[in-house]
């Protein structure tokens, strides 16, 4: 393995893609922690590298994957005949005549010293295609729980995983126990760290002061029944205002602008000002997105999930729901009975706070971010605590 200059900053390269929100928000946030601690001591760039160096149809994943996960047993199905040892040994082999090519442009392009990949199909063809004297791999995988077979690929030096299930699974998959630790999975500095009391926030947003807000969110691209979860809640009679984010859904956003509310409501379409928006409201109704669960945990709110991808998402539910942070309800209607009992029963609601709170690991990003310097033989290995 390659070793940096000692004279010259070090280049990391993010591997990601926008597939969903959480890939793009991962990698922010672990820059974000590179700047806070070592600040002027590295260099990053974000390489997409399905969009910059995979030839059609690759290069349309991430226009692709809204549409597609909106089609769930098609999603399931695809999800499912690739996730397991074996079956994930073949697709690597089927994809690996069509992105050879970009691995080698990727290499001449963008020579660094680290990569950090946040996406479990990048990890494919770059650590088959990596010279043998590449720079060192690290994997942050950025699913909670049901995690994919491409995630977890032997040749990766480190793999840092959100959850104990993660952990788990990656063992199943051969993986050298040394070599795979659970963090957390990392959020924006900004979640952690509150800038505002919430009144403050509140007025600074817009919203009202005097009755709770349930904050409505279906990922980076607004997937899911959310127009239906909204009309249900608006014809509630219930003591709220609501506000509903629909991402980059141009088109739902036009449609719930369009919709008559009974309740205060305030429709955005993508935020980037997510830690605010959590740190005001006081109930989150989402779909089961591993970012979006764990920053909900960071912001110690009380978790309704009304949708989930098949396959990938489908153990978020699971450990929101067995842990008490949260409730599953599937149907408009039950997302509706869960709202009327929080907010009517507020002892009841401050409980599920707390379990929320409980699960959050806000130093993911921060450890992340040392260990990578540490790759980097900036800083000692012992210096960076794993048991966080
Ligand atoms: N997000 C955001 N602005 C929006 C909608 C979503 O910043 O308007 C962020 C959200 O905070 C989270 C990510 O996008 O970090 C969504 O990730 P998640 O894993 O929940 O779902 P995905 O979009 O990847 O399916």
């Not at 008490?324 to 706070?353: F, H, I």
Request: charged share 20%; glycine share 6%; with cysteine.
């Amino acid at each position: 393995m390659t070793q940096p200059k000692a004279d010259k900053k070090p280049n990391i390269i993010f591997l990601f893609s926008d597939t969903g929100g959480g890939h793009r928000s991962a990698a922010e946030a672990i820059i974000e922690a590179l700047d806070l601690e070592f600040p002027g001591q590295y260099t990053s760039e974000m390489v997409d590298f399905y969009l910059e160096y995979a030839p059609f149809p690759f290069d349309q994943a991430a226009a692709t994957y809204a549409p597609m996960a909106q089609i769930p047993d098609i999603w399931e199905f695809g999800y499912k005949l690739s996730d397991g040892k074996h079956r994930s040994k073949f697709v690597q082999k089927l994809l690996w005549p069509y992105v050879r090519r970009g691995v080698t442009r990727l290499v001449k392009e963008h020579p660094c010293d680290l990569f950090i990949s946040v996406h479990s199909v990048v990890n494919i063809p770059l650590l088959r295609g990596l010279p043998a004297n590449r720079p060192p791999y690290m994997t942050v995988v950025t699913d909670m729980v049901s995690t994919h077979a491409f995630w977890y690929n032997k040749k990766s030096d480190i793999v840092f995983v959100p959850t104990d299930e993660a952990l788990q699974r990656g063992i199943s998959f051969g993986l050298d126990p040394a070599k795979i630790h659970v963090v957390g999975l990392p959020v924006a500095d900004r979640f952690c760290h509150p800038v505002m009391d919430r009144a403050k926030l509140r007025e600074k947003l817009g919203w009202p002061l005097d009755m709770p807000i349930v904050l409505l969110v279906s990922g980076g691209e607004g997937m899911g029944p959310l127009e239906e979860t909204v009309r249900a809640i608006s014809d509630a009679d219930l003591p709220t205002a609501l506000v509903v984010i629909a991402g980059r859904n141009q088109a739902l956003k036009e449609r719930l602008e369009a919709l008559q509310y009974r309740h205060p409501t305030f429709v955005y379409g993508f935020v980037t000002n997510m830690p605010e928006f959590m740190q005001a409201a006081d109930v989150i109704v989402t779909k089961a997105g591993p970012g979006t669960i764990s920053e909900a945990f960071i912001a110690g709110l009380p978790i309704i999930l009304y949708s989930r991808m098949p396959g990938q998402e489908e153990g978020n539910v699971d450990y929101v729901v067995n842990r008490g942070a949260g409730v599953w309800a599937p149907a408009p209607k039950n997302v509706v009975t869960t709202l009327r009992r929080w907010l009517n029963d507020p002892k009841e609601r401050s409980e599920v706070v707390e379990i929320s709170k409980s699960l959050a690991k806000p130093e993911a990003s921060r450890v992340i971010a040392r260990y990578a310097m540490a790759m980097l033989g900036k800083i000692p290995f012992e210096d960076v605590p794993l048991n966080v």
